[in-house]
């Protein structure tokens, strides 16, 4: 099994940052893929961004190209997601998710192709 913790989250106002950690612990070697997703209250969980553990290729949502980036410490097992110029639609929650490049590579944007989730981290962003 995986587990995956998630850090960082917090309120800002709209234009900061915020930088959210996920660790990734238990037997790692079971994943080579990560991503982001995001779940705002009432509405359905989307998709934020992934990244290719080993390669280090990324994937972003439209909405937040250019302004999110997501990275890796491999020594760490740790993906990052650091959040700039932050817009109040930015508000939910924030899950990491992990899962093998070859099931999640067809759609890395489909949360239903990753096999380990962490529990989240608030994040919200006022006017």
């Known amino acids: 099994q995986v587990q995956l913790g998630e850090s960082g989250g917090g309120s800002v106002q709209a234009g900061g940052s915020l930088r959210l950690s996920c660790v990734a612990s238990?037997?790692?070697?079971?994943?080579?893929?990560m991503g982001w997703f995001r779940q705002a209250p009432g509405k359905e969980r989307e998709f934020v961004a992934a990244?290719?553990?080993?390669?280090?290729?990324?994937f972003y949502a439209d909405s937040v190209k250019g302004r999110f980036t997501i990275s890796r410490d491999n020594a760490k097992n740790t993906v990052y997601l650091q959040m700039n110029s932050l817009k109040p639609e930015d508000t939910g929650v924030y899950y990491c998710?992990?899962?093998?490049?070859?099931?999640?590579?067809?759609?890395?944007?489909?949360?239903?192709?990753?096999?380990?989730w962490g529990q989240g981290t608030q994040v919200t962003v006022s006017s």
């Open positions: 998710a992990a899962g093998t490049w070859l099931r999640v590579s067809p759609g890395y944007d489909d949360g239903a192709r990753y096999d380990y």
């Open positions: 238990g037997r790692t070697s079971r994943y080579n893929a």
């Open positions: 990244i290719v553990w080993t390669a280090g290729t990324t």
